[in-house]
């Protein structure tokens, strides 16, 4: 009897945890469908700062996703279907999110989770769009129900995140203030419509943003960089105001004034995408299907490339990412 033979694949594989030399290509199994799942051959994926924290050592990936493959995102071509899941045919092009793993040749996830390609986007523009825009819109429209005539404060507006919600602001009729320590961030999130930029120093803004809304505050926060910046969020929010905390690159320890959250009745929360069950992974996808893309059909948001590299060059994707040189997204393709 013939034995069928493990199919391989190229993968980016941790190592072991430290410096972005530890990325090393390896062939590794290729991953199999299962019941109601897709694989897709990946033509691209992006570096998220997860992936950054993730082979550092502080960031473990979820236990039903690989361990040792970064990659939160991609976009390709489908490339086989299992039952039940749904009504992909081979070739057609795809892209979406998986806890982990889009840094190989194929990546399974299940059908429902996939969204097509808009015609005039490239594989590589494609794979710059699921984790920031999903991320921004879910975390500023789904949950903190931004209207327009809202006031928003981003911080990091020139991270993946930030440049995906200056867009979503812009496009939804609500205005946006930006916080970055890099000048040349605040230059470029303004050609994407941002309001007002601060160049923060030492953690401190809010009294700057107090001037610029007249010593009103903002109505929502979306906060990418946590630490010593949720204290001056909270000073810089108006009576009822919202704030989400969606990262942590800045510490994940804050001392803030409760008498304010209080007196001012804030609405504060946390989220995170990675570690949602499948049935919100699905409806996060539903909503990105039918909320967002038609938004970039129109020509009312797009992907931002700081940079694009080549797999095998992932370990200088995350040099440059960890260096904070990125404004946008940094792209990875595979051919
Ligand atoms: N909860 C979720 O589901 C979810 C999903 C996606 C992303 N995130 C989080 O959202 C944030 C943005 O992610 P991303 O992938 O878009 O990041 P990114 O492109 O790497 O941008 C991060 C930016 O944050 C700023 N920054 C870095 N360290 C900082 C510090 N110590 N203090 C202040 N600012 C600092 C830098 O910009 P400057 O030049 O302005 O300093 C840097 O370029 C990250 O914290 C990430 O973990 C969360």
């Not at 020139?158 to 609500?174: D, E, F, M, R």
């Not at 008498?259 to 995408?273: C, F, N, P």
Request: proline letters at 4%; hydrophobic letters at 45%; one cysteine or more.
């Amino acid at each position: 009897m013939a034995v069928k033979t493990q199919e391989k694949m190229r993968a980016v594989v941790i190592s072991k945890f430290g410096e972005p030399e530890v990325l090393k290509i390896e062939e590794v199994d290729a991953p199999q469908v299962e019941r109601g799942e897709v694989r897709v051959r990946v033509k691209a994926t992006s570096v998220n700062r997860a992936d950054v924290m993730q082979r550092l050592g502080h960031y473990p990936a979820p236990s039903d996703c690989p361990q040792h493959i970064p990659g939160l995102e991609f976009a390709g071509i489908v490339d086989d279907i299992a039952d039940g899941a749904g009504d992909w045919k081979l070739g057609d092009r795809v892209f979406g999110l998986c806890g982990g793993g889009a840094y190989a040749d194929y990546v399974v996830v299940h059908g429902r989770t996939l969204a097509p390609i808009p015609e005039s986007f490239y594989f590589s523009q494609a794979a710059a769009i699921p984790e920031v825009f999903i991320t921004a819109y879910d975390a500023l429209v789904s949950q903190m129900r931004l209207v327009s005539g809202d006031t928003v404060l981003i911080s990091a507006v020139g991270s993946g995140v930030g440049t995906a919600a200056v867009q979503i602001v812009k496009a939804l009729g609500a205005r946006s203030i930006g916080t970055s320590r890099t000048k040349e961030k605040l230059v470029q999130a303004k050609e994407l419509g941002l309001d007002d930029g601060i160049v923060v120093k030492d953690a401190k803004f809010a009294e700057e943003v107090i001037n610029l809304t007249f010593g009103k505050g903002v109505d929502l926060v979306l906060e990418l960089t946590g630490g010593p910046y949720v204290a001056e969020d909270i000073a810089c929010l108006a009576p009822k105001g919202r704030l989400i905390v969606v990262g942590l690159v800045a510490g994940s320890k804050a001392n803030v004034n409760l008498g304010k959250v209080l007196s001012s009745r804030l609405e504060i929360k946390g989220t995170t995408l990675r570690r949602r069950p499948l049935e919100e992974k699905i409806e996060v996808t539903n909503v990105f299907v039918k909320q967002l893309l038609p938004f970039f059909n129109k020509g009312l948001l797009k992907p931002v490339i700081a940079e694009t590299f080549k797999l095998e060059n992932a370990a200088e994707a995350h040099h440059f990412m960890q260096a904070d040189k990125n404004f946008g997204k940094v792209v990875l393709t595979l051919e």
